[in-house]
């Protein structure tokens, strides 16, 4: 059964960095895009950043010139990259491996990030 595993979450004030981690327990990149969602209270989960198999990024324009998103091959790891915090980003942060049509999804617990004003 594949895990994913974030780490890295916490409380930062606003202009601060944090680096998200998501461990992954086979190699997903040949065959899954990955991607950083996040979910604020009362509000619907979003896309944040994507990175697909071929290497190609996306990302929010909420958090395009602030976040980057990377990978570790040889640790099955995606990492998120989150500098220039600011308060509307606080929100339980997610990992997914998506499967496209011929693999299944699988998404990992989230860790929370909160930024104080």
């Known amino acids: 059964q594949v895990h994913l595993v974030e780490s890295g979450g916490g409380l930062v004030q606003a202009g601060g960095s944090l680096r998200l981690s998501c461990a992954a327990s086979?190699?997903?990149?040949?065959?899954?895009?990955m991607g950083w969602y996040r979910q604020a209270p009362g509000k619907h989960r979003e896309l944040v950043a994507t990175?697909?198999?071929?290497?190609?990024?996306n990302y929010a324009d909420s958090v395009k010139g602030r976040f980057t998103i990377s990978r570790d091959k040889a640790k099955n790891t995606v990492y998120l990259q989150m500098n220039s915090l600011k308060p509307e980003d606080t929100a339980v942060h997610y990992c997914?491996?998506?499967?496209?049509?011929?693999?299944?999804?699988?998404w990992g617990q989230g860790t929370q990030v909160t930024v104080s004003s």
């Open positions: 997914a491996a998506e499967g496209g049509r011929w693999y299944d999804d699988y």
């Open positions: 086979e190699n997903l990149f040949s065959t899954h895009a």
């Open positions: 990175i697909t198999s071929s290497g190609s990024t």
